[in-house]
Protein backbone atom coordinates (compact mmCIF):
# COMPACT_ATOMS: atom_id res chain seq x y z
CA UNK A 1 0.00 0.00 0.00
CA UNK A 2 1.35 3.39 -0.91
CA UNK A 3 0.49 6.38 0.99
CA UNK A 4 1.85 9.97 1.11
CA UNK A 5 0.76 13.37 2.26
CA UNK A 6 0.96 15.48 5.58
CA UNK A 7 4.09 15.21 7.88
CA UNK A 8 1.72 15.44 10.65
CA UNK A 9 0.42 11.74 9.62
CA UNK A 10 3.65 10.28 9.27
CA UNK A 11 4.58 8.85 12.87
CA UNK A 12 0.88 7.29 13.57
CA UNK A 13 0.94 6.37 9.96
CA UNK A 14 4.07 4.08 10.24
CA UNK A 15 3.18 3.26 14.51
CA UNK A 16 -0.34 1.84 12.10
CA UNK A 17 1.11 -0.39 9.24
CA UNK A 18 3.76 -1.97 11.74
CA UNK A 19 0.77 -3.09 13.21
CA UNK A 20 -1.68 -3.69 10.50
CA UNK A 21 1.36 -5.98 8.68
CA UNK A 22 1.83 -7.86 11.51
CA UNK A 23 -1.51 -9.03 11.42
CA UNK A 24 -1.19 -9.20 7.23
CA UNK A 25 2.28 -10.17 6.01
CA UNK A 26 2.08 -9.95 2.53
CA UNK A 27 0.93 -6.35 2.70
CA UNK A 28 3.67 -4.05 2.44
CA UNK A 29 3.64 -0.23 3.23
CA UNK A 30 5.43 2.69 1.26
CA UNK A 31 4.76 6.07 3.21
CA UNK A 32 6.29 9.13 1.30
CA UNK A 33 5.75 12.41 3.93
CA UNK A 34 6.09 15.90 2.31
CA UNK A 35 2.69 18.38 2.84
CA UNK A 36 -1.27 17.80 2.08
CA UNK A 37 -0.78 19.37 -1.07
CA UNK A 38 1.71 16.31 -2.33
CA UNK A 39 -0.60 13.62 -0.66
CA UNK A 40 -3.44 15.07 -2.71
CA UNK A 41 -1.48 15.61 -6.16
CA UNK A 42 -0.22 11.98 -6.04
CA UNK A 43 -3.64 10.24 -5.22
CA UNK A 44 -5.00 12.22 -8.18
CA UNK A 45 -2.01 10.86 -10.63
CA UNK A 46 -2.71 7.55 -9.24
CA UNK A 47 0.73 7.61 -7.73
CA UNK A 48 -0.81 6.47 -4.41
CA UNK A 49 -4.05 4.54 -2.85
CA UNK A 50 -4.17 6.98 0.13
CA UNK A 51 -3.53 10.36 0.74
CA UNK A 52 -2.67 11.75 4.42
CA UNK A 53 -4.38 14.80 5.17
CA UNK A 54 -4.81 17.48 7.65
CA UNK A 55 -6.62 19.71 5.67
CA UNK A 56 -9.43 19.05 3.12
CA UNK A 57 -9.56 22.05 0.37
CA UNK A 58 -12.29 22.83 -1.11
CA UNK A 59 -11.81 21.58 -4.56
CA UNK A 60 -11.18 18.51 -3.77
CA UNK A 61 -13.60 15.76 -5.68
CA UNK A 62 -16.87 14.72 -5.13
CA UNK A 63 -16.49 11.16 -5.89
CA UNK A 64 -12.98 11.00 -3.63
CA UNK A 65 -13.90 9.37 -0.19
CA UNK A 66 -12.59 11.01 3.08
CA UNK A 67 -12.22 9.29 6.05
CA UNK A 68 -11.45 10.88 9.85
CA UNK A 69 -9.35 8.82 11.56
CA UNK A 70 -8.04 11.40 14.15
CA UNK A 71 -8.19 14.68 16.25
CA UNK A 72 -4.98 16.81 16.67
CA UNK A 73 -4.25 19.60 18.13
CA UNK A 74 -1.68 22.74 16.35
CA UNK A 75 0.53 22.91 19.15
CA UNK A 76 2.22 26.37 19.79
CA UNK A 77 6.09 25.93 20.46
CA UNK A 78 8.69 28.77 22.32
CA UNK A 79 11.94 27.89 23.52
CA UNK A 80 12.04 26.26 27.01
CA UNK A 81 13.77 29.90 28.30
CA UNK A 82 10.66 31.47 27.40
CA UNK A 83 9.15 32.69 30.27
CA UNK A 84 5.64 32.85 28.91
CA UNK A 85 3.37 30.21 29.19
CA UNK A 86 0.37 31.09 27.86
CA UNK A 87 -1.33 33.10 24.61
CA UNK A 88 -5.20 34.14 23.99
CA UNK A 89 -5.96 33.71 20.29
CA UNK A 90 -6.05 37.08 20.00
CA UNK A 91 -2.41 37.53 21.36
CA UNK A 92 -1.25 34.37 19.05
CA UNK A 93 -2.92 36.15 15.86
CA UNK A 94 -1.21 39.50 17.13
CA UNK A 95 2.49 37.93 16.69
CA UNK A 96 2.00 36.21 13.82
CA UNK A 97 0.52 39.18 11.94
CA UNK A 98 3.47 41.07 12.65
CA UNK A 99 1.59 43.54 15.15
CA UNK A 100 3.48 42.62 18.52
CA UNK A 101 7.04 42.99 17.61
CA UNK A 102 9.08 42.45 21.16
CA UNK A 103 7.91 39.33 23.93
CA UNK A 104 6.46 41.88 26.14
CA UNK A 105 3.59 43.25 24.34
CA UNK A 106 2.19 39.86 25.07
CA UNK A 107 3.69 39.65 28.52
CA UNK A 108 6.44 37.46 28.46
CA UNK A 109 9.26 39.76 30.68
CA UNK A 110 13.13 38.01 29.49
CA UNK A 111 14.64 38.57 33.13
CA UNK A 112 18.34 39.35 31.44
CA UNK A 113 17.53 42.08 29.15
CA UNK A 114 15.65 45.06 29.90
CA UNK A 115 13.82 45.06 26.66
CA UNK A 116 12.81 41.76 25.61
CA UNK A 117 14.08 40.13 22.13
CA UNK A 118 12.55 40.71 18.99
CA UNK A 119 9.55 38.28 18.07
CA UNK A 120 10.44 35.70 15.14
CA UNK A 121 7.94 34.04 13.50
CA UNK A 122 8.16 30.55 12.27
CA UNK A 123 5.24 29.53 9.82
CA UNK A 124 5.15 26.49 7.36
CA UNK A 125 5.48 26.34 3.48
CA UNK A 126 2.53 26.57 0.99
CA UNK A 127 0.66 23.06 0.48
CA UNK A 128 0.86 22.66 4.24
CA UNK A 129 -1.85 21.43 5.75
CA UNK A 130 -0.94 21.93 9.59
CA UNK A 131 -0.47 26.02 7.87
CA UNK A 132 -3.75 26.00 6.16
CA UNK A 133 -5.40 25.24 9.83
CA UNK A 134 -3.43 27.63 11.70
CA UNK A 135 -4.47 30.62 8.50
CA UNK A 136 -8.04 29.62 9.06
CA UNK A 137 -8.36 29.31 13.19
CA UNK A 138 -5.86 31.77 13.91
CA UNK A 139 -5.10 34.34 11.48
CA UNK A 140 -8.98 34.94 10.06
CA UNK A 141 -8.52 37.39 7.05
CA UNK A 142 -5.07 38.71 8.39
CA UNK A 143 -1.87 37.60 7.04
CA UNK A 144 0.79 36.03 8.22
CA UNK A 145 3.78 38.24 8.61
CA UNK A 146 6.26 38.43 5.83
CA UNK A 147 9.14 38.80 8.30
CA UNK A 148 7.93 34.75 9.07
CA UNK A 149 10.46 32.07 8.77
CA UNK A 150 9.13 29.24 6.40
CA UNK A 151 10.15 25.71 7.04
CA UNK A 152 9.21 22.75 5.07
CA UNK A 153 8.56 20.52 7.67
CA UNK A 154 7.17 20.30 11.80
CA UNK A 155 10.70 18.63 12.20
CA UNK A 156 12.39 21.36 11.05
CA UNK A 157 10.01 24.25 13.16
CA UNK A 158 11.12 22.21 16.04
CA UNK A 159 14.88 22.13 15.20
CA UNK A 160 14.97 25.74 14.46
CA UNK A 161 12.98 26.48 17.62
CA UNK A 162 14.99 24.49 20.40
CA UNK A 163 17.94 26.72 19.22
CA UNK A 164 16.25 30.48 19.18
CA UNK A 165 15.06 31.75 22.64
CA UNK A 166 13.15 34.33 20.49
CA UNK A 167 11.29 32.22 18.31
CA UNK A 168 7.46 30.88 17.82
CA UNK A 169 5.93 28.38 15.89
CA UNK A 170 3.16 25.96 15.25
CA UNK A 171 3.25 22.48 14.55
CA UNK A 172 1.02 19.05 15.02
CA UNK A 173 0.90 18.51 18.47
CA UNK A 174 2.61 14.85 18.36
CA UNK A 175 5.99 16.68 16.88
CA UNK A 176 6.27 18.73 20.30
CA UNK A 177 9.18 17.39 21.97
CA UNK A 178 11.04 18.06 25.07
CA UNK A 179 13.46 20.50 23.35
CA UNK A 180 10.53 23.12 23.09
CA UNK A 181 7.86 24.81 25.55
CA UNK A 182 3.87 24.16 24.57
CA UNK A 183 1.84 26.71 25.57
CA UNK A 184 -2.07 26.89 26.74
CA UNK A 185 -4.11 28.46 24.15
CA UNK A 186 -6.95 29.92 26.48
CA UNK A 187 -6.04 28.31 29.55
CA UNK A 188 -5.53 24.74 27.51
CA UNK A 189 -3.13 22.66 26.43
CA UNK A 190 -2.70 20.09 23.80
CA UNK A 191 -3.12 16.89 24.59
CA UNK A 192 -4.98 13.55 23.37
CA UNK A 193 -7.89 14.32 25.67
CA UNK A 194 -8.42 17.93 25.18
CA UNK A 195 -8.58 17.88 21.17
CA UNK A 196 -11.80 15.77 21.30
CA UNK A 197 -13.24 18.44 23.53
CA UNK A 198 -12.02 21.79 25.13
CA UNK A 199 -9.07 22.67 22.33
CA UNK A 200 -9.83 25.74 20.69
CA UNK A 201 -7.07 24.67 17.77
CA UNK A 202 -8.06 20.98 17.07
CA UNK A 203 -8.38 19.64 13.84
CA UNK A 204 -9.23 16.08 12.46
CA UNK A 205 -7.12 13.45 10.27
CA UNK A 206 -7.98 12.14 7.40
CA UNK A 207 -7.38 9.18 4.74
CA UNK A 208 -8.16 9.97 1.50
CA UNK A 209 -9.20 7.51 -1.45
CA UNK A 210 -10.24 8.32 -4.49
CA UNK A 211 -12.50 5.64 -4.89
CA UNK A 212 -14.83 3.62 -2.40
CA UNK A 213 -11.49 1.78 -0.37
CA UNK A 214 -11.86 -2.51 -1.35
CA UNK A 215 -9.91 -5.12 -0.63
CA UNK A 216 -6.49 -4.42 1.26
CA UNK A 217 -7.05 -0.68 1.74
CA UNK A 218 -10.57 -1.21 2.96
CA UNK A 219 -8.78 -3.49 5.27
CA UNK A 220 -6.52 -0.97 6.48
CA UNK A 221 -8.78 1.83 7.14
CA UNK A 222 -11.39 -0.68 9.13
CA UNK A 223 -8.15 -1.62 11.33
CA UNK A 224 -7.42 1.91 11.55
CA UNK A 225 -10.69 2.19 13.00
CA UNK A 226 -10.59 -0.27 14.81
CA UNK A 227 -10.45 -0.58 18.58
CA UNK A 228 -7.06 -1.76 18.15
CA UNK A 229 -6.28 1.00 15.86
CA UNK A 230 -7.70 3.50 17.48
CA UNK A 231 -5.61 2.74 20.84
CA UNK A 232 -2.86 3.21 18.53
CA UNK A 233 -4.12 6.46 17.40
CA UNK A 234 -4.51 7.55 21.44
CA UNK A 235 -0.54 7.58 21.64
CA UNK A 236 -0.08 10.32 19.97
CA UNK A 237 -3.91 12.07 19.12
CA UNK A 238 -7.11 11.95 20.21
CA UNK A 239 -9.64 9.53 19.40
CA UNK A 240 -11.98 9.44 16.40
CA UNK A 241 -14.19 6.81 17.62
Known amino acids: LRLAGATSLVLLLEDLSQAFSAQHPNIAFEIQDGNTALGLDLLAKGGVELAAVSWLPSDLPVAWVTTPIA???????????????ELTILQLRRIFAGWAFRWQEVGAFFAANENSPTIQVISREDGSGTRAVFEQQVMGNERVTFNALVMPTSQAVVDYIAEHENAIGYVSMAWADDRVKVL???????????VRSGYHLAYPLYLVTRDQPIGSVKAFLDFVLSPAGQSIVSRRYGRIR
Request: proline share 15%; no cysteine.
Open 71 to 85: WDGLAIIVHPSNPLE
Open 184 to 194: RIEGISPAPQT
